[in-house]
């Protein structure tokens, strides 16, 4: 039964009579004098999944840790209760909690390295927690936990078992981390946020795997997620939260397909112009492998601006070197968008580096605007990198401004550096002038630019970077995930300003990502990276509407949709298996 | 740092120590003035006296009146502790900072050089520089000044350091920033705090310093006085006055305190300032 006085929906009789496993009646959170959550209500049985979905603040993982009886120093529960097979959680001492955290209730969290110690072995941890709950021998518990890992589809257990977090993939680690919050056998699992950090291809095991294990041990699930498609694949049952109150509940399909509150229609809609949705061959993906199609018809772009030619990247020297990137073709024109998209480690950071050299080329040319500059070392380098006509946005904002700057400061830093070299720096109202410019052009009010970083949100900070690029007046921005650490709604705004900056002042952009939907709304090329090479580009339409190569048939088979899960799991296993025949 | 200044005065702590600091200030630039008396003039008629109308705080075995030998001994035993403290900022700050942007050959050898000295013990060296230098307190202070430049080197190429590899660093470099540029722009503001931090600290050791060495009588020529040297001939008469010890002590413990309890207010108030989001 969800937001309390609703009627259960699509639940037999006899299980809604039946005393949930989990139920939360009124729940409030509060910080001193505020309240953060509100009511909120939801009841869960075994077997249950509940989707919780919110913008980041909405309280929903606050919500969460109420009920691992975790909450951040200064925040307590200040009404309602919530009751786990009809023991009160709300007011438990440490006592109280021992039987219950990790062993039946337990949970797992967006980023999973952190939750891990660095400095043991992934497999100790795991049968430490083993040994801990489930009282076993050493022998045992490394018995079980090759078992589990196994379990978790991870292969070479033995291997495994021994190594370090760092050694590990981000899914891997996940796959860890579940392993460690299902081996007591819990009643209920809370994932907060599980695949916000994972690339859209291991996302789509992980929830797979979590979905199995649901069947199999009978859990009750619940799943919290700004992705209303991971949500809408996952969970049955959907609360929307916001400000910490719940706007809206009930099946996933109802509330998802036929939104009654403006605000969850905003979330639905936003989700379908910049998601994936707007892809047509999403359930066609089998098809297009059978009809062989017309090769992906490049449009030669008028008067290219970038052309990266034959590119090698190796890493180290002799026998340990490692190519990062092989024969790398790319050519972006005047004033285009070229989506550069490819998983973790498949060396789409490093050829950006490449291209503002940083990273120096093993073999290979990059000519901009006619002239060579993959070869500019020194002095050379410094006198291109100062005239600004390339500029580099990163992916997180926060860590890309000096906090002790302010937002003025920032963006007036480019002019500075350029007015060291042509010693006619331009006067300080000259300055002030462009930086006033540069944050119009991005939408921020000219008062922002006294402020310090930290008291800008995601949103505004990012658009904060990207004026510190425009005041230099570039013709190529590098962007590197540059929406990736934002939430969905600056997540938008920050598109539409980048569409804007292409179509009217005729910026071109490198926009990188691991995200599809958001490549796919913003470039006019796509072009895909993996392992190192670029094994597909095309016109975005094109490319989205006949995918050719296995790794690009599993990227856009991968990533959940309102309407779809992704594509199931055979159909997958069957691009991985042609991908193995591949490399 | 008006910031940071700001937030300090919320550390009821630090309002104590800065309004000891002031007076402490005030006695080492007008102590010797202010004195009521001669603070060498010997009274042979009234020896190891306590505490008179003519004669706050008494006087010594020679009849020198107390008082006026503390205060005219401040600006000595103050401006020995910051000619140290001088000397350690200006030997260890800019090569701390220069350690993580000037190469690899700098940083070693500046780091091997800072090793070097971290062994040496303070007292033993300052009492050997004397030796070799000649008995001055200058010289004394001199040698501490070195041996404290570690301190100033190590904070601030660690808050050097933690900023060189930050991101923002690297779009000034791509922007086609030069080192000193960057330097400018982004490790100094980080260093700053973290040095003035240490300047408190060090202060208040170089302090104790001082009047260890002047107690010992190393540095400093008899009649002149100094916190220390009131302190070793208070002790020494200290059957015939118990309570004369007394005022030098309170004098250097307060001080030093005063300059701890600032550092800690400093350190807190910086920290704070960062956490405040």
Known sequence: MIGGDRAPIGRPPDRAAAAPLLSVQDLCISAGNGAIVQGVSFSLHAGDTLGIVGESGSGKSLTCRAVLG?????LRVTGGSIRYKGTELVGLDRRGWAPLRGTSISAVFQDPGSYLNPSIPVGRQLAEALRATLRLTRAEAYKRSLGLLRRMGLRDTEAIYQQYPFELSGGMLQRVLIAIAVCAGPGLLIADEPTTALDVTVQAEVLDLLAELQREQGLALIVVSHDLAVVAQMCPQVIVLRHGVILEAGPAERVLMDPRHDYTRSLVESHAQYGI????????????????????AIANPPGPLLQVRGVDVAYGKGLTSRRVLQSIDLTVGRGETVGLIGETGSGKTTLLRAVLGVTPLTAGSIRFDSAEIGTLRGRSLRDFRRSGRIQY??????ESLDPDLTVGRSIAQGLHIRGDRDRAAPNSAAMDAHVMAALEAVGLDADLAERLPRELSGGQRQRAVVARSLVLDPALLLLDEPVSALDAASRIQILQLLGTLARERGIAQVFVSHDLGAVASIADRIAVLYRGRIVEAGLTAHLLHAPQ???????????????????????????????ARES | MSAMRNGLLRYRSARIALAILAGVTFLAAFGPLIAPQDPLAQHTDMLLRGPSPAHWL???????????????????????????????LALGVLPGLLSVYLGRTFEWVSLRFVDALITLPFLVF?????????????????????????????????AALSVANAQYVEAA????????????????????????VTTASMTGVCLAIVASLTFLGIGVVPPTPTWGGVLATDLKTLYDRPF??????????????????????????????????
């Open chain 1, 549 to 579: 190569h296995p790794y690009t048939r599993l990227l856009i088979g991968s990533a959940p949709t309102l309407t779809h899960g992704a594509a199931d799991e055979t159909e997958r296993h069957a691009l991985r298996a042609a991908l």
């Open chain 1, 277 to 296: 949705e707007r892809l047509p061959a999403r359930r066609r993906i089998a098809d297009t492998a059978e009809k062989p199609s017309s090769p992906p």
């Open chain 2, 173 to 196: 470099r791509l922007m086609g920033a030069s080192t000193w540029s960057i330097i400018a722009w982004h490790a100094w503001p980080k260093v700053l705090p973290a040095v003035a």
């Open chain 1, 70 to 74: 975790v909450l951040p120093p200064g």
């Open chain 2, 126 to 158: 300052a009492i050997a520089m004397t030796a070799l230098l000649g008995n001055g307190l200058i010289q004394a202070m001199f040698a501490v000044g070195i041996l404290i430049t570690p301190a100033f080197y190590r904070v601030s190429r660690a």
């Open chain 2, 58 to 88: 008494g006087t010594d075995s020679l009849g020198r009146d107390v008082l006026s030998r503390l205060l005219a001994g401040s600006t000595v035993s103050v401006l020995a502790a910051l000619q140290s403290v001088m000397i350690g």
């Open chain 2, 244 to 277: 004369g010890p007394l005022a030098p002590a309170t004098l250097i413990i307060s001080t030093v305190w005063a300059l701890n309890a600032l550092t800690d207010a400093m350190r807190d108030a910086a920290s704070g300032s960062r956490d405040r989001v």
């Open chain 1, 393 to 398: 946005v990163f992916q997180d904002p926060l």
